[in-house]
C-alpha cells in the first residue's frame, strides 16, 4: 500500500475528507499536530521553535539554529510513522520533508475562496469579514513558513502528484478518487522502495541523535545511509576532539556500521537534495 501525503489549504475541507477515506478504507490517519507532539517529547521543542522562529526570521544565524532540529525531528516522527506503509499523513508542507519514492503520493486540496469562507463563518461562528481575514492571514503564514523551512512555494504546483478542486466535486468523489489511486499497481511500495525509506530512517536516526546530545546540538551534520549501515556525514570543519565526540554518538546508533565524515558546509536551506 502507499503513503498519501495530504498538503491542506486552510479551510479547505480536508480534515472530512480524511475522516471519509479512514470510514471507507480503515486506513491509518496522522495530522502534523501529532507529530509534533512526539518532537514536543524532547522538552516542548516543536513549541519552542515554532514560538522563536517567528522572531528569527531576520537574523540568520539564530534561525538556522533553529531550523535544523525542527526539521531532523519532525522526520524523525514521520519516518517512525509511516515506515510500514498504508497511512495518511496530512499537514501543510510536511510533505517536503522527505524525497519521492514510488509508494509516496502528494496530493493537494484547494477549494474556493468563497467556499472556504463559508466553511469558516461556520467553524469559527463568525461573519464573512473575520473569515476572510482570517483566512489570508494563516495563508500568507503558511506560505512563510515553507520557504523559510524548505527553500519552496507551497503553491507551486510541481510539488504535488494530484491537486483536487473541492470547488468542482463533492467530498464523497474526492473520497473515491483517492482511495481507487490507493488500489493503482503503480504507487504500491516494493522491497526496493522500503529499502530506501529504511536507509532514509536510519539517516535520520543518526541525525537525530547529534541534534538531541548537548555536545553537538549546535552543529549542522547531515547524514547518508548507504547499503549495510555505512553511514556518510557531512558537516563543517571539526578539530580531533569534536570529531571524535561525533564519532562516538553516530556509533550508538542501532544499524551503523561504518562512518565517514566529509569536512564541508551543509547547506542550511538545501531541502531538495531529498527531492
Known amino acids: 500500500m502507499p503513503v498519501i ?8 475541507g480536508v480534515r472530512m475528507l480524511v475522516d471519509c477515506l479512514h470510514e471507507r478504507s480503515g486506513i491509518r490517519c496522522i495530522t502534523r499536530e501529532d507529530l ?22 531576520s537574523a540568520y544565524v539564530q534561525f538556522s539554529e533553529l531550523r535544523w532540529p525542527y526539521i531532523v525531528l519532525m522526520r524523525q516522527a514521520l519516518l517512525e510513522e509511516i515506515r510500514h506503509d498504508n497511512i495518511v499523513y496530512h499537514g501543510y508542507s510536511g510533505h517536503m520533508l522527505l524525497p519521492s519514492q514510488r509508494h509516496f503520493f ?21 461573519d464573512a469579514e473575520k ?35 473541492m ?54 551534520i547531515s547524514a547518508e545511509a548507504e547499503k549495510a549501515g555505512s553511514i556518510q556525514l557531512t558537516g563543517p570543519f571539526l578539530d580531533k576532539a569534536k570529531l571524535e565526540t561525533v564519532m562516538e554518538i553516530v556509533k550508538s546508533v542501532p544499524g551503523v556500521n561504518n562512518i565517514h565524515y566529509i569536512h564541508g558546509y551543509s547547506p542550511k536551506f538545501q531541502i531538495d537534495r531529498h527531492f
Not at 468563497?114 to 461562528?125: F, I, S, Y
Not at 503503480?186 to 536510519?202: H, M
Open 106 to 126: 502528494r496530493i493537494r486540496i484547494e477549494a474556493p475562496f468563497d467556499l472556504r469562507v463559508k466553511m469558516t463563518m461556520q467553524g469559527m461562528q463568525c
Open 131 to 165: 473569515a476572510r481575514d482570517y483566512i489570508n492571514e494563516v495563508d500568507d503564514q503558511r506560505v512563510k513558513w515553507a520557504r523559510f523551512m524548505y527553500a519552496q512555494d507551497i503553491r507551486n504546483t510541481m510539488l504535488y502528484d494530484l491537486l483536487l478542486n
Open 36 to 57: 509534533e507532539k512526539i518532537v514536543n517529547q524532547h522538552g516542548g521543542l516543536a513549541t519552542r521553535i515554532v514560538e522563536k522562529l517567528a522572531k528569527a526570521t
Open 167 to 220: 470547488g468542482h466535486m463533492t467530498l464523497e468523489s474526492a473520497c473515491r478518487i483517492i482511495e481507487n489511486l490507493m488500489k493503482d499497481p503503480d504507487v504500491q511500495a516494493t522491497p526496493e522502495s522500503r529499502a530506501e525509506v529504511d536507509r532514509l530512517y536510519l539517516a535520520t536516526n543518526v541525525e537525530e541523535a547529534l541534534v538531541t546530545d548537548p555536545r553537538t546540538a549546535a552543529i549542522e
Open 5 to 12: 501525503f495530504i498538503s491542506r489549504g486552510t479551510m479547505s
